[in-house]
């Protein structure tokens, strides 16, 4: 039986015939650095031809049978579960919680309760019943194999004898079955299996001396919680070898996804579309004047449109449109980024305005700036939320920043900040809230420019730079945020590159050849002053 945490083997039987799992620990974050598939497969813009997993299908759209659509379904099923086993290492499963007044709860209550029922009305008959029992007791068995690895002969055969449903049903036909002690080996046996996390729980099914319906009511859920154990040890053994085979196992599923649903990229071709617009405008003009195709359009190199892509991610509004296909098994994690990102956002904006019109009296107090952040974090965390009245929360900022500062202030035997100061740093910090506030254009500006830095670095998921100058106030946060980023950035790539470099060779090169095109591919190389880029 799989274990929370390691329990010696002269404790469990079971352990010793039965746990062989690897459970070898593996650096994800060192494979996810090594050069994406885009960066390394620049020789596949000028290949001519492209395998079959890397050419996403640009056929016209078909109708689906149920069928396929079912299939599709337990792909991407699959497809976001192993994604998540492989980048959180925190993933478990937890056991279900219906809510309390759900009919589904009420539902599942009413049946259990029918069969509680059935069971104790049996069992105080006289002679008793056990038509109830021995279902229960099947069950039971057929749980406690489950626990059992293919090895594990010897305790299999002891669990078949002892809970022998057929010699049990005649014991209960000439009322000469021990329930009593059937139970006490079932406890005896859970306690074999159970991670340690568990022995309390067996504990307490020793010393209970309820009756039996309450007994058997406690064994279920005990089992239950093993059951919960044994899938999350699963998880843990299968994550080393999940992450070794990681990147060709979702890109297989993508594929697979792909063509049964022609249109599965379409979302991925807009956005890398717009963002080859956006790459376009932040060229460095040497670029522009020396990379151009026929059109005499400058072209940016696919590494800066991919980049380029990637920070638009963290400023995603999801009103205008979902995310690309490609990034769909990360969707949850980008969301906790963009809010992690808007809320480091404005506290540097309102602490770089505090700096700037109280600057005298924090300067050479890193602990009140450190509580005036945290603070200030505290008071604007959930800003994402619809319902979140921003200016009305920067207002109790700089009420809270004002008192601190008066506070600071008369413990150095200083006069407390002019009234018309604070009203003037209230005001400097509910501007925030427009687009065109320039601290805010500023700060915002400066955080792009430390995320392209972090992406065009080869070492930055294990160094990352340093931060632009007036986010220094925000450098850990920033800084962590920017592993996390790059990490999955690379990871995506690794996957998704070859789907990448197909969509980018259509939008990049349509405008520089008309060769015929194979399976909605353009092939035939691009002109070679790209590949040079």
């Known amino acids: 039986m799989p274990r ?10 079971v352990v010793s015939e039965d746990q062989n799992s690897d459970t070898e620990s593996s650096e994800r974050c060192d494979s996810l650095t090594s050069s994406s598939d885009v960066d390394c497969s620049r020789q596949s813009f000028t290949s001519d031809s492209s395998s079959k997993h890397n050419s996403p299908s640009c056929s016209p759209p078909k109708t689906l049978t149920l069928d396929e659509v079912m299939a599709s379904a337990r792909d991407l099923s699959n ?32 049946v259990h309760k029918a069969f509680w029922d059935c069971l104790e009305s049996e069992l105080n008959d006289d002679p008793p019943e056990y038509d109830y029992a021995i279902k229960l007791l099947d069950e039971i068995r057929d749980t406690l194999l489950s626990f059992l690895n293919p090895g594990a002969n010897r305790l299999r055969t002891q669990i078949m004898e002892v809970l022998d449903m057929d010699l049990i049903r005649q014991q209960a036909d000439n009322n000469a079955v021990d329930i009593q002690g059937l139970v006490s080996y079932i406890i005896n046996t859970m306690g074999k299996f159970c991670a340690p996390v568990r022995d309390d729980e067996i504990k307490k099914l020793k010393e209970n001396s309820g009756n039996l319906v309450t007994l058997f009511k406690e064994i279920f859920r005990v089992l239950d ?47 890398i579309k717009s963002s080859i617009e956006e790459a376009t405008r932040v060229m460095p003009p040497s670029d522009k004047s020396s990379d151009s195709g026929q059109s005499g359009k400058p072209l940016p190199g696919p590494t800066l449109v991919l980049n380029t892509a990637y920070i638009r991610l963290l400023i995603w509004d999801e009103s205008k449109g979902p995310l690309p296909e490609t990034l769909m098994t990360d969707e949850v994690r980008l969301q906790e980024m963009q809010r992690s990102l808007q809320l480091y956002q404005a506290v540097a904006s309102v602490l770089l305005i505090v700096y700037s019109s109280i600057g005298g009296a924090v300067s050479g107090l890193p602990t009140l700036v450190e509580r005036l952040k945290k603070m200030t974090a505290v008071l604007l965390e959930g800003m994402h939320s619809t319902d979140f009245n921003l200016t009305e929360a920067l207002g109790n900022v700089s009420a809270q920043i004002c008192c601190e500062v008066n506070k600071s202030l008369a413990e150095r035997n200083f006069p407390a900040l002019p009234a018309e100061l ?69 990871f995506n790539k690794k996957v998704y590159g070859p789907f990448y470099v197909s969509i980018l060779k259509n939008l990049l090169f349509i405008d520089m050849q008309a060769p015929t095109p194979q399976n909605g591919i353009v092939q035939g190389p691009p002109s070679s002053h790209l590949e040079s880029k």
């Open 422 to 490: 604070q009203e003037t740093l209230k005001g400097q910090i509910c501007d925030v809230t427009q687009e065109n506030n320039p601290i805010r254009t500023l700060v915002e500006g400066r955080v792009h420019q430390y995320f392209r830095v972090v992406l065009a670095s080869t070492n930055s998921h294990r160094t990352p730079p340093p931060v632009p100058p007036g986010l220094g106030l925000i450098q850990p946060e920033l800084m962590g945020l920017g592993v996390s980023f790059v990490n999955l950035v690379n």
């Open 79 to 110: 497809l976001s579960l192993a994604h998540e086993i492989v980048v959180n290492q925190n993933f478990h499963l937890e056991p279900p919680d219906l809510p309390q007044n759900s009919l589904e709860k009420k539902v599942k209550d009413m």
């Open 4 to 13: 929370n945490d390691e329990r010696p083997t002269s404790t469990s039987t």
């Open 225 to 271: 919680l093993m059951k919960m154990d044994m899938v999350n040890f699963t998880i843990q053994s299968l994550r080393p070898e999940l992450q070794r085979q990681s990147v060709e196992y979702e890109r297989a599923k993508f594929q697979s996804i792909l063509e049964r649903t022609p249109s599965a990229l379409d979302h991925a071709n807009e956005w």
